[in-house]
């Protein structure tokens, strides 16, 4: 199996918007990221439970995938 990555954009958990940030803008563990659609505040840690949630649903996906595909060449 090939080396493949993964793009996750953090969403607005009361949206789904796209949180877009300043690229100089660094955030940390208990900040607040304002989503520019509904002016709600996010807390950055669920953020990134969320978004690591995604990561590990998309790669266990693919894995099934490829097994599938593996065997069912033979």
């Keep these: 199996m090939s080396e493949k990555s993964y793009k996750i954009e953090l969403k607005c958990l009361f949206c789904d918007h796209v949180l877009v940030a300043e690229e100089s803008k660094k955030f940390q563990s208990g900040d607040l990221?304002?989503?520019s659609n509904c002016n709600k505040e996010n807390d950055?840690?669920?953020?990134?439970?969320v978004a690591k949630e995604k990561g590990i649903e998309l790669i266990r996906d693919d894995l099934k995938?490829?097994?599938?595909?593996a065997f069912e060449k033979k």
């Design 33 to 35: 990221i304002p989503c």
């Design 65 to 69: 995938d490829h097994f599938k595909k």
């Design 44 to 49: 950055y840690d669920s953020l990134i439970e």
